[in-house]
């Protein structure tokens, strides 16, 4: 089993709708949780963050987090063609101290204008 | 805001050559990591740093080796460096749990 699985294909929403990211993590132990972006040809970009069971907002965007069922989700509402980029999944790695992430392999989202 | 500054956007390099990526983040984080991305392999660790002079191998350290001689630099050395090392290697920072911080990549092509 993969420590952080990203398993849908690219996503593609229209300008305005909202785009849902599901990720699931095999760790029962894991604590901390991250949404990264990352546009083509560029590094990955913090967008989110949580450590809690529930949702948390900033912005445009909701993290949701079930540690119960294993599984964190990123919401962008609204979406924007700035939007269209491919978000990572990231989770600690208890085996390896806190400092540690495992990286789900990413999906890519296309806003269509 | 963190900056974490990758010395090289584009680097070319022949095989068999020693090559040194370097690393440098001003906000006094602990923890520095390198990591290399390939399309469908997604970020993988190569080597992780917690402190000066400490460091822990990651998921694939085979042909690398890293330095951290002082707190905001820490650098990749590929040995003789090889195709399959071909690809972005980026190095990131953080203090203890909180979330990592990535600087803008260095894209390394091996002749």
């Known amino acids: 089993q993969k420590e952080v699985e990203q398993n849908s294909g690219p996503l593609s929403v229209p300008e305005g709708a909202i785009a849902s990211l599901n990720c699931t993590y095999s760790?029962?132990?894991?604590?901390?949780f991250f949404w990264y972006r990352q546009y083509s040809g560029k590094s990955p970009e913090l967008i989110m963050f949580?450590?809690?069971?529930g949702d948390k907002e900033d912005g445009r965007f909701t993290a949701q987090l079930n540690k119960a069922s294993q599984y964190v989700s990123l919401l962008i509402r609204d979406s924007q063609p700035s939007d269209s980029a491919t978000y990572l999944c990231?989770?600690?790695?208890?085996?390896?101290?806190?400092?540690?992430?495992?990286f789900g392999k990413g999906n890519q989202v296309v806003v269509i204008p | 805001d963190v900056k974490v500054t990758q010395s090289s956007r584009y680097l070319v390099k022949r095989t068999g050559e020693k090559v040194f990526l370097e690393c440098v983040q001003d906000?006094?984080?602990?923890?520095m990591f390198w990591y290399r991305q390939d399309p469908g392999l997604g970020l993988r660790l190569i080597y992780f740093?917690?402190?000066?002079?400490?460091?822990e191998k990651g998921d694939i350290p085979e042909g690398y080796s890293v330095s951290r001689e002082k707190k905001e630099r820490f650098s990749l050395i590929l040995e003789s460096a090889s195709t399959n090392q071909t690809s972005m290697y980026l190095c990131?920072?953080?203090?203890?749990?909180?979330?990592?911080?990535f600087g803008d990549g260095t894209r390394l092509s091996i002749l």
């Open positions: 760790d029962r132990g894991s604590q901390s």
């Open positions: 990131a920072s953080s203090i203890s749990n909180q979330p990592q911080h």
């Open positions: 949580i450590y809690s069971n």
């Open positions: 990231a989770v600690n790695r208890p085996a390896y101290g806190n400092n540690r992430l495992a």
């Open positions: 740093s917690y402190d000066v002079k400490m460091k």
């Open positions: 906000m006094d984080h602990e923890n």
